[in-house]
């Protein structure tokens, strides 16, 4: 139901198996971890592996990024430790250092060149934009993700380098259709990137939607506990621009260190279930909202009712996931108040894990915030769907 490889498995299976690699030496069936940063070399001083430094390649983090990869239908990935946190040095204008894995797709984009990206994403990677057009001289165009011409018409008669999507987009959950934003961006000669963090690959395969690579905040759905810090990349192809990737993750020491690395490991065996029970909750949970008088309206691509959901129903093959958000009749001070008399739900920034997370976006997002002052944000988790619409019932009483 999941779609299957070439070895004639579903992806579901070889998730749950993490590719079944069984430890040689022991027949272990859970992948082992390797904390070693150095590797012995031979009596003719060869490697009698692929590894010499865990800087720049670890055995475990390979393992993690060889399943991240059968997911996404691709032939490598790279892991990182975030999914944002940079820090940049600067001489004439060329980076010298970058750590993160945005920060190694946006290296790809020189000054003067340009990038086109929805004017509301995670505000993370749109205030790392900013930096670029601020300090590298970088053109940032940000379109409308709500018009279905917002893209073509950002593009038009304008050489980019860099289209970056994200759907659905956080933390309106617009939907923007890949495949059409892959033939626009290909048109102009530009790469597309497509940040797939809340719909992993479980449910979105944006390589074979025509995106050039694929972004996962892995802290989120594919970890899945809330208990890690991780980036994924997934290219479609192994060309010249994915080999600058992995120059830049070795240069900079931003892998992913191997204990992170075996719980990502542990993470995605069990992100089929994860998903799957997160968007049977969700669904649930959006349409009682929506018949709430005291909510004012529900965003959740699951609903029929979303703009966005013929378009999600067609690049989201199983379920639309655990994210949803909701604006409540009343100001940000009343959202606040019914985000902290939550007793279920945990007032608490992040996405993705088993527990039901909700928050106040427009606190967290800063100044630059298009996010409505009386929207809140909720991950929903693998909770008992009563307890959850209870919690909800209790804390919209008391408005």
Known sequence: MDGNQPSGRARSTLAAQALRIIDAHSGAVVPGIEPSTTFARGPDYELPGAFTYSRQENPTTAKAEQVLAALEGAE?????NSGLAAAAAHELGTPLATIALAAAVFELVRPGQRIVAPQVMYHGGLDWMRRLQETRGIELALFD???PQGLENALAGKRTALVWIETPVNPTWDVIDIAQAAELAHAGGATLAVDCTVCPPCTTNALELGADLVFHSATKYLGGHSDLTAGGLVPAALDARWEEIKLVRKLTGSILSPFDAWLLLRGMRTLFLRYERASETALKIARYLAGH????RVLYPG?????????AK??????????????????????????????VFIPATSLGGVESLIEHRKSVEGPHSLVAPNLLRVSVGIEDVDDLIGDLEQALERL
């Open 303 to 311: 609903l029929e009712s979303h703009p966005g959901h013929e378009i």
């Open 145 to 147: 993700q709500t018009d």
């Open 76 to 80: 490598d990935a790279l892991l990182f």
């Open 293 to 296: 008088a005291k909510v004012e």
């Open 314 to 343: 067609k690049q989201m093959k199983h379920g639309f996931g655990g994210m949803l958000s909701f604006l409540i009749r009343g100001d940000a001070a009343a959202a606040r108040k019914l985000a902290a008399s939550m007793q």
